[in-house]
């Protein structure tokens, strides 16, 4: 438990410790991260992805101590009619949905809706007879066990939960293949009793694996409140930070400006997917309104929500969580004990918090995703990608609609343009050494 004490109190401290630009000739300060230099290493970055054909077009905008430090946009939303990668251009930012509703789910825990570790079952009784998975008997039928612990919703915030997300294991994915929760014709209601009907992977808590966990906040959400949760995530986060552009479903009048999908072939070549399946989720309204992703957004209206987690919960005298609450979401929530994490560590030192990653270390190599201890992150399935940097008072936003998901090409990159070249951190036993001083390019 000592590393989650650890970064619980760094976390602390960092939130204790902590417009548009008007224009391009506004000199930096002396400790700013975005200096002309860094605006060059970005532009030449996003520029030279678009040269060499690896995207049809990217975008990115970083704010720093409440300014608009950097924006630029590359390429086309639309290679093939010639549209313009632009501000306005809406994107699928996919699990960059999770955090949104993870902020919905804590507007109710600061009523004292409920609390992390209350079980699900004391609002959801569809979740009251779980069984665990232990593998498959001579003839193909599954082998159970009785739960050790009941699900929390601390488990749901954190991805512990157990609830089966691969098509690989025996038996148990043929079930959740069958049963289908995340079908677009369920509801939110249909979804949660069909989980709750399935055996779990694991038992809760033992193991961080990423899955629907976020899908049953919103089924949360909705059964906790007593409102659709479409309308309550509208009604608590994203009318009040003034985000009209992030929906799930894209009207005819705004569709010129819905950025295409493209693949990446083996050939190194782009492929334009069709309407009829990247957009099937926002061309039309669907019974399921999924908490674990489907949202649009663009980039101010998504940098509007960073910028209110980097205020601790308020953006422009709106406040949407208080700043305890920011801090509990970005602290991490992973006991040393959970040791199967899945692919969590290829995102660099990092834990988990309440629907984001917690960097609890500085990277250790210049081969690891750059960042500084405090940050939260998350990012998105077409290869979006934001993150919340304390320390600084920053945040960035990368938008880009490129499959397959494709972090180092992208993500390290953007993130090494932000910060400057690795840089060893110091030894916090040598003298001047500080907390702040665990990052890199600072």
């Known amino acids: 438990m000592k590393k989650y004490l650890f970064t619980t109190v760094c976390t602390a401290l960092l939130f204790a410790c902590k417009g548009p630009a008007e224009n391009a000739s506004n000199s930096p300060s002396a400790d700013a991260v975005v200096t002309p230099g860094t605006t060059a290493r970005i532009d030449s970055l996003l520029q030279d992805m678009v040269a060499r054909g690896q995207v049809a077009g990217i975008s990115a905008l970083v704010y720093e101590k409440g300014q608009e430090a950097y924006f630029g946009a590359y390429g086309y939303a639309d290679r093939e009619d010639s549209i313009p990668m632009a501000r306005n251009t809406i994107v699928q930012i996919y699990s960059m949905t999770k955090p949104i509703t993870g902020t919905a789910l804590m507007t109710l825990?600061?009523?004292?809706?409920?609390?992390?570790d209350d079980p699900l079952t004391k609002y959801a009784p569809e979740f009251g007879d779980m069984q665990v998975y232990t593998g498959v008997d001579g003839k193909g039928r599954m082998l159970l066990e009785p739960v050790d612990r009941p699900i929390?919703?601390?488990?749901?915030?954190?991805?512990?939960?157990?609830?089966?997300?691969?098509?690989?294991?025996?038996g148990l994915s043929e079930a959740l293949a069958a049963s289908d929760p995340l079908n677009r014709e369920n509801t939110l209601q249909e979804l949660g009793a069909k989980f709750g009907a399935l055996p779990l992977w694991f038992q809760p808590g033992s193991q961080w694996e990423y899955g629907p966990s976020v899908d049953v906040q919103a089924f949360m959400v909705?059964?906790?409140?007593?409102?659709?949760?479409g309308e309550y995530v509208r009604e608590k986060v994203l009318d009040p930070l003034g985000m009209e552009e992030t929906r799930y479903y894209v009207p005819e009048e705004d569709r010129?400006?819905?950025?295409?999908m493209y693949r990446l072939e083996e050939d190194a070549t782009l492929t334009q997917l069709p309407d009829s399946t990247a957009k099937i989720e926002q061309l039309q309204r669907w019974p399921?309104?999924?908490?674990?992703?489907?949202?649009?957004s663009t980039l101010d209206d998504y940098m509007r929500f960073t910028r209110?987690?980097?205020?601790?919960?308020?953006?422009?005298?709106?406040?949407i969580l208080r700043p305890e609450t920011v801090q509990l979401m970005a602290t991490n929530h992973l006991p040393d004990s959970v040791e199967e994490r899945s692919w969590l560590p290829s995102k660099g030192s990092v834990g988990f918090g309440i629907d984001f990653a917690v960097r609890v270390a500085p990277p250790a190599n210049a081969e690891e995703n750059n960042g500084v201890v405090g940050e939260f992150f998350w990012d998105g399935a077409a290869s979006t990608l934001f993150w919340i940097d304390p320390v600084n008072e920053?945040?960035?936003?990368?938008?880009?609609?490129?499959?397959?998901y494709d972090p180092v090409r992208l993500h390290k990159k953007f993130r090494d343009a932000v910060y400057g070249p690795y840089k060893p951190a110091p030894d916090p036993d040598s003298p001047g050494s500080t907390a702040a001083e665990t990052g890199q390019g600072l």
């Open 109 to 116: 825990y600061e009523t004292g809706a409920f609390q992390l």
């Open 152 to 170: 929390t919703i601390r488990d749901i915030t954190r991805h512990t939960t157990g609830f089966p997300n691969r098509p690989d294991i025996p």
């Open 222 to 229: 909705e059964r906790i409140s007593g409102q659709p949760y």
């Open 256 to 260: 010129g400006r819905f950025s295409a």
């Open 288 to 296: 399921l309104t999924r908490g674990g992703w489907g949202l649009t």
């Open 308 to 319: 209110m987690l980097l205020g601790r919960g308020t953006l422009d005298s709106t406040t």
């Open 394 to 404: 920053l945040s960035a936003v990368l938008f880009v609609q490129l499959f397959p």
